[in-house]
């Protein structure tokens, strides 16, 4: 992970990437704000099970909740993400290179 995010942030946020219901709600958190029982209603979960997924996603920092009256409404936070496509960079670089070598000694053995 990138020097700048410690590891203990981390771990919470790919923790919360781990879970595919959690991947889920961020999909729908980037069509916009949405209630608690407004991402509930996408999921065959109890809404305080939707609930504990919010939290993590807030403990990640991949949500953003306020209050709208007595309303809490969650935004999705992509700022974190930025670190994961960082950290996933060195990995495109070690494929793009591994890639290269094995076409040209595909293209040498077949000179």
């Known amino acids: 992970m990138q020097a700048t995010l410690p590891s203990d942030r981390a771990d919470r946020l790919f ?12 999909s729908l958190l ?5 209630s608690v029982g407004d991402i509930a209603r996408n999921f065959h979960t109890s809404r305080p099970a939707v609930s504990k ?11 953003v909740d306020s209050k709208h009256g007595t309303t809490s409404l969650y935004a999705l936070n992509a700022e974190p993400l930025q ?3 960082t950290w996933l960079e060195h990995y495109r670089v070690f494929w793009r290179r591994n890639l290269q070598q094995l076409k040209e000694h595909v293209e040498h053995t077949h000179d």
Do not use: M
Not at 30 to 34: A, F, K, P
């Open 83 to 85: 670190a994961v496509d």
């Open 53 to 63: 997924h919010l939290r993590l996603l807030r403990e990640a920092r991949l949500v």
């Open 30 to 34: 980037r069509g916009g704000r949405l």
């Open 15 to 26: 923790k919360a990437l781990a879970d595919p219901t959690r991947r889920e709600i961020l």
